[in-house]
C-alpha cells in the first residue's frame, strides 16, 4: 500500500537526481522501463520497490520509523553489451553520488545503497539496464503516515 509519505520520497528521490546533473545525463522521472517498451535514448527512472515498517518499541510512543527501499533504473539502448555498460556508467556514478550522502532536504533520516543489479535484453538493439536499490529510512507520527515525526 503506497502511502503519502512514500510519494513525498520518490518525489525528493527524483528531485535530488535532477538537481544540477551532468550535461550528459537524463533528468530522472517515476516511471520505470520495461521490457518490451521503446527506448530511443538513455534513461533514468525511479520507483518503490518495498515498503518497510517498525513499529515503536514501546507501546505509548508516538514515533514509527519506517523505510522505503526505491529502485532507481538507469537504462539505455546500444548496438552492444559494452557499449550499454559505458551509456550506463555516468548515470549510475550520478545516482550514488546524488542520494549516497543526502537525506532528501531531512526527508531521511538516512539512505543506505542496499544492492545493484544488471540486465540485458536483445531485440532490434541490446538494451542494458542498471537497478540500483536504496533504503530510505524517515520517521512518522505512528498514526499519520503523512506527518513528519
Not at 521503446?38 to 514501546?58: D, S, W, Y
Request: hydrophobic content about 45%; overall charge negative.
Amino acid at each position: 500500500m503506497s502511502t503519502g509519505r512514500d510519494e513525498l520520497v520518490i518525489e525528493a528521490v527524483i528531485a535530488a537526481l535532477n538537481e544540477a546533473p551532468p550535461s550528459d545525463i537524463p533528468d530522472a522521472d517515476g516511471d520505470a522501463w520495461l521490457q518490451g517498451m521503446p527506448l530511443e535514448a538513455p534513461r533514468i527512472g525511479v520507483v518503490p520497490a518495498k515498503e518497510q515498517n517498525t513499529l515503536p518499541q514501546r507501546r505509548h510512543s508516538q514515533i514509527a520509523h519506517r523505510g522505503l527501499v526505491v529502485s532507481v533504473q538507469c537504462a539505455a539502448p546500444a548496438e552492444s553489451v559494452s557499449q550499454a555498460r559505458q551509456a550506463i556508467a555516468p548515470m549510475a556514478a550520478h545516482v550514488i553520488a546524488s542520494l549516497s550522502h543526502s537525506t532528501l532536504d531531512d526527508l531521511a533520516t538516512d539512505i543506505e545503497e542496499l544492492e545493484r543489479a544488471w540486465e540485458y535484453f536483445k531485440a532490434d538493439l541490446i538494451y542494458g539496464v542498471h537497478t540500483i536499490f536504496f533504503q530510505v529510512n524517515y520517521q512518522t507520527a505512528r498514526g499519520d503516515l503523512t506527518r513528519k515525526a
